[in-house]
């Protein structure tokens, strides 16, 4: 009979105890879990503050001069777009600060709310550019910018009405796994934010926005910054989950 080890042995009753090392290695595996919410709540917040901060300047930026109707086009795609649209992708989120204290369902309902009110903002945002441009006489779709605007706005509606089909997968599982279609809206959604995150960033070289502003270079570069840093915090855990969702797939095959 081999001997036992005095350290895992307690002195009082005899039962087995894990070896010491094992409980330091449990310690330091909460310890750096605990690390890592704490930066993913801390992004968050940092997130939260830059799309409030940003889209506050453009609406600010938009309305402190004379009136105009196409005015309405970068408040309202900003609004929607930028800060609407990345709150619905971070409601979903554990980490979020303000809905990660709700339960599953009820983000989703947060979640798909935010999103219809994104979308509304911004086909309504881009009629205003259209209605605009044909008073004006402009040539549509000529720009970047304006390429990126017409890919982000067809992939809006892509997404939200998979969105509505993930939403109800559990009544189509019949022909479609709800994971998978899951995973699709999931993807889809990170693509959508992706091409409106570049949109933004063209719409920094806009001859609006450059006209704008009378240091438009640091000024560019520094709503450049705060568009990639915020949209890294926001599909950050979109990412994540993504992720797990495809190698949950994987491992069902």
Known sequence: ???????????????????PHDNIKDGEAHGTSRVANTMSSASAVICHLILVAFT??????????S???????????????????????MAMSQDNPICGRFGRSSRIQIHWILQALAASFIYIGFLVIVINKNLNNK?????????????TV???????????GALYSVR??????????????????????????????????????????????????????????????TLQSAARSAYLKIIQNCSRH
């Not at 009979?1 to 070896?19: F, H, I, K, N, Y």
């Not at 506050?56 to 001069?65: P, R």
């Not at 549509?140 to 017409?150: A, C, K, N, R």
Request: glycine share 6%; net charge negative; charged share 10%.
């Open 1 to 19: 009979m081999e001997d036992v080890p005095l350290s895992s042995v307690t002195e009082c009753d005899g039962a087995v105890r894990a070896p």
């Open 172 to 233: 189509t599982k019949e022909f479609i796994r709800p994971a998978l279609i899951k995973l699709i809206h999931n993807i889809a959604g990170i693509i959508t934010y992706f091409f409106g995150a570049i949109c933004m960033i063209l719409s920094m070289y806009s001859d609006w926005f450059t006209t704008r502003e009378s240091h438009s270079n640091a000024t560019q570069v520094i709503c450049i910054l705060l568009i990639v840093l915020s949209s890294v915090f």
């Open 139 to 151: 040539h549509h779709f000529h720009t970047w910018h304006s390429i990126f605007g017409l890919i």
């Open 56 to 65: 506050l300047y453009i609406v600010i930026l938009c309305f402190n001069d």
């Open 154 to 164: 067809i992939m809006v509606g892509m997404t939200s009405s998979g969105g509505v």
């Open 67 to 89: 009136y105009k109707l196409f005015l309405w086009h970068p408040s309202l795609m900003t609004i929607g777009g930028f800060l609407l649209m990345a709150e619905a992708v």
